[in-house]
């Protein structure tokens, strides 16, 4: 072999040494939520937009110079699974994750993450407790149930303020917190519930709390949980001849709600964000959704948006060190599919907003009223 060919192949195999350097040097980043159990259709939401977003950083280069890899994790929706998880990447040097769903899960998580100095970013989480600890590494880009509720009590105060209005809830962090934060904003306009009560999460049979509902004749439930039961108490409600409008928060946004109820979902009201399909600042990623096949229904935009938040402040910051780009996060303002971002020093976003939907009997939804 000549020296020149001799030093080529060297040079060769020193770049294709590096390249493999490279590829270890990924940046793995998260999203956890619950990928089983009875909310794993928001599990599939937040992973849709994970996935996207990840891709489309990768494909404009990825950040730092480096590609993303993103890890999935499965809470299904159990505080003691979400730690565990939150301790797994904490241990695999994760600086950042996209998650969890449930209020229950993402509190005691963000513990581990901020011991293990793990940013967290969560897209659907609401319970105010999980930015009102003084947690360093905790950010939102949903809005909280102190803020919901209070949407949803200003449309029951104008439309069923000499009804009678039942709470309910299924004692879990989120479904209690947004009944009690509800419950607490009509006693505060004067207006009191008929009927307070608590199921159990998983439940299947709510006939004596329906038949409670018959006994004090109840025009409006509102229901503080998730879809699964809500769609059974719906059902058996109307299985009893009760006509009464159903109500629940942003956890009945979900399709599966209507898929469980079928037509009966018809008339049933829930909170939540203005529709981020309808953003202008969505449409380019909203094409790419469907050209995949999937609708970016729920909270599929709100992970996308997650990753953008993280990935940009990661840019400004020139480091994915978690503290040094939550310190970023809260000084600047952020582009993403749900508009402009911007933080308090809890982690919250500033601009919070809720709306009343109401579903059709075909499962879809429109926007009934303002928020505000």
């Not at 404009?60 to 797994?88: F, I, M, N």
């Not at 600042?281 to 959704?289: P, S």
């Not at 992970?303 to 400004?316: G, I, K």
């Not at 508009?339 to 926007?367: F, M, N, Q, W």
Request: aromatic fraction near 10%; include cysteine.
């Amino acid at each position: 072999m000549t020296f020149p060919l001799r030093r080529y192949f060297l040079a060769l195999g020193a770049g294709l040494a590096m390249s493999g350097v490279a590829m270890a040097q990924d940046i793995s980043v998260a999203v956890v939520g619950p990928m089983t159990g009875s909310e794993a259709s928001f599990g599939q939401q937040f992973k849709n937009g994970a996935e996207l977003a990840v891709a489309e950083i990768n494909a404009a280069g990825g950040l730092l110079g480096r590609k993303l890899k993103l890890e999935v994790g499965d809470d299904a929706c159990d505080p003691k699974q979400a730690v565990s998880v939150a301790e797994k990447m904490a241990g695999m040097k994760i600086p950042f994750v996209a998650g969890h769903f449930c209020s229950s899960a993402s509190i005691p998580a963000s513990e581990a993450y901020a011991e293990g100095n793990v940013l967290q970013i969560t897209p659907g989480s609401t319970n105010p407790q999980f930015t009102e600890r003084g947690l360093w590494n905790t950010f939102r880009v949903c809005g909280r149930d102190d803020q919901q509720g209070m949407v949803a009590a200003s449309y029951i105060i104008k439309n069923y303020k000499t009804k009678n209005i039942a709470i309910i809830h299924d004692k879990t962090t989120y479904g209690k917190g947004l009944a009690d934060e509800t419950r607490s904003a009509i006693n505060a306009a004067g207006v009191r519930e008929k009927l307070y009560e608590a199921y159990n999460k998983g439940d299947k049979d709510f006939a004596a709390l329906v038949s409670r509902f018959k006994k004090e004749a109840i025009d409006l439930v509102y229901v503080g949980g998730y879809y699964s039961e809500a769609g059974l108490i719906l059902r058996q409600m109307r299985d009893q001849g009760i006509n009464a409008v159903l109500m629940g928060g942003d956890a009945l946004v979900d399709m599966q709600f209507a898929a469980i109820a079928g037509p009966l979902a018809e008339g049933s009201l829930f909170t939540f964000a203005p529709d981020p399909r309808k953003k202008t600042t969505a449409a380019a990623i909203i094409k790419k959704f469907k050209d995949k096949g999937i609708d970016p229904d729920g909270y599929t935009l709100y992970s996308y948006a997650a990753f953008q938040v993280w990935s940009e402040a990661v840019a400004r910051a020139k480091t994915t060190d978690a503290k040094k780009v939550a310190a970023v996060i809260k000084a600047g303002s952020w582009d993403s599919v749900l508009g402009k971002i911007s933080y308090t020093p809890k982690g919250d976003i500033t601009v919070l907003d809720y709306v009343v939907y109401r579903r059709d009997k075909d499962g879809s939804y429109a926007e009934l009223q303002s928020g505000h």
